[in-house]
């Protein structure tokens, strides 16, 4: 019997699905789309279609890469990570060794880039409070800048609890260089935590989606930020953060040598980091800048 063909007892037969391409041939399939696409515009006002030019790839081969014009910039990501430093006791994610070799088995572009940053890996401080603090301080903010608020904030408040920032309040928070409303997020934050409202206890046997409903309960808590936390906190191996203008240029500057890609197309790319899709990210990141992050 076809292999394709499956029947079951007292229904019809179906056909199988063929299975979504993955890796390059995916990656190859969005390319052909867009070429494809741009053969079948017509022309605007009688100009011609936008002529394909050479470009080389990563692998020194000839790529045929179609000039592209008008496409809306990306969204900025919620927030920007926090520069890296001496984390005191640190943890290696037990999956990281791994990851780093399936995604180099299967990752042409990984292959190459993953050995570049040696023994460099995500770490988490492990505080969970502290981790969404500092996520909701370097939103919509340079890294730098952040990182100033940040250490302003410490000083203010050195045991970074939640009773001590409510004991703080807005006014004093703010005085360190956050906006009024970051300062509101902050000690709502603080107030969650305090109140119990949120199942700190529970997180780590919960699975991502749900986490992210609950974390986006809270004021100033977004998507991305929430997905931050499942990455660097919670250490989950398979987070995709798409909303993550970094991952975005990454994806774009290693995948189709600097053209603007869709969240589509970076989905696409990334099926073939599964399950690792948070390694793979955070190595993207490294690619544009080498100094590591943390919350």
Not at 30 to 56: C, E, F, N, Q, S
Not at 142 to 152: D, F, H, L, P, T
Not at 214 to 232: D, K, N, S, V, Y
Request: some cysteine; glycine content about 6%; proline content about 7%.
């Amino acid at each position: 019997m076809n292999a394709a063909v499956r029947k079951t007892p007292g229904t019809a037969a179906k056909t199988a699905k063929p299975a979504r391409a993955t890796g390059e041939p995916a990656i190859k399939a969005v390319k052909a789309t867009r070429a494809a696409k741009v053969a079948k515009a017509p022309a605007a006002g009688g100009t011609a279609a936008p002529k394909a030019r050479t470009v080389t790839k990563a692998d020194g081969k000839p790529a045929l890469k179609t000039a592209r014009a008008g496409k809306a910039a990306l969204p900025e990501a919620a927030a920007i990570p926090l520069p890296v430093e001496t984390v005191e006791g640190a943890v290696r994610p037990a999956y990281w060794d791994e990851a780093c070799a399936d995604l180099m088995k299967r990752d042409r572009i990984l292959r190459k880039m993953i050995p570049t940053y040696g023994p460099a890996h995500l770490v988490s401080r492990g505080d969970p409070f502290v981790t969404l603090a500092r996520s909701i301080v370097g939103q919509q903010i340079s890294v730098k800048a952040a990182q100033s608020v940040w250490e302003r904030l410490a000083a203010a408040c050195p045991k970074l609890t939640p009773a001590q920032l409510l004991r703080a309040g807005v006014d004093k928070l703010a005085a360190c260089g956050l906006s009024r409303r970051k300062a509101e997020y902050i000690v709502d934050l603080a107030e969650h935590f305090k109140a119990g409202r949120v199942h700190v206890d529970k997180w780590a046997e919960m699975d991502d989606e749900a986490v992210i409903a609950e974390l986006t309960q809270i004021r100033g808590i977004g998507r991305w930020t929430a997905e931050m936390f499942l990455m660097f906190n919670l250490m989950r191996p398979n987070v995709l953060p798409l909303d993550d203008i970094g991952l975005i240029n990454a994806i774009s500057a290693n995948y189709f040598s600097g053209e603007p890609v869709t969240r589509s197309e970076a989905r696409e790319v990334a099926a073939n980091w599964e399950p690792w899709r948070t390694v793979a990210t955070w190595y993207m990141w490294r690619s544009l800048d080498p100094l590591p992050v943390t919350y």
